[in-house]
């Protein structure tokens, strides 16, 4: 997994770098979910990752985190 500092552009916009784009499997055109799931916390995901986390019982705001955390089962920056 990548991390990319970017800013909130005056439109309200957030440009996703194409090498993130990549490493995510998106393609100019395809449909993105955007949720806030947390202050300062935003999630971007398709529909069909939304659709695999519901059919897994996840909650989607906390799957993405899960994802972080990998196997080690515990969260980024938790005390080991």
């Given at each position: 997994?990548?991390?990319?500092?970017?800013?909130?552009?005056?439109?309200?916009?957030?440009?996703?770098?194409?090498?993130?784009?990549?490493?995510?499997?998106?393609a100019v055109?395809?449909?993105?979910?955007?949720?806030?799931?947390?202050?300062?916390?935003?999630?971007?995901?398709?529909?069909?990752?939304?659709?695999?986390?519901?059919?897994?019982?996840?909650?989607?705001?906390?799957?993405?985190?899960?994802?972080?955390?990998?196997?080690?089962?515990?969260?980024?920056?938790?005390?080991?």
């Amino acid at each position: 997994m990548s991390n990319y500092r970017t800013n909130v552009g005056l439109r309200g916009r957030i440009a996703v770098p194409v090498h993130i784009q990549e490493q995510a499997g998106l393609a100019v055109g395809d449909p993105v979910i955007v949720s806030a799931a947390g202050p300062g916390i935003v999630v971007i995901m398709t529909p069909q990752a939304l659709r695999d986390i519901l059919r897994a019982g996840l909650d989607p705001a906390v799957a993405p985190f899960i994802a972080l955390a990998g196997d080690s089962g515990h969260a980024p920056g938790e005390d080991r």
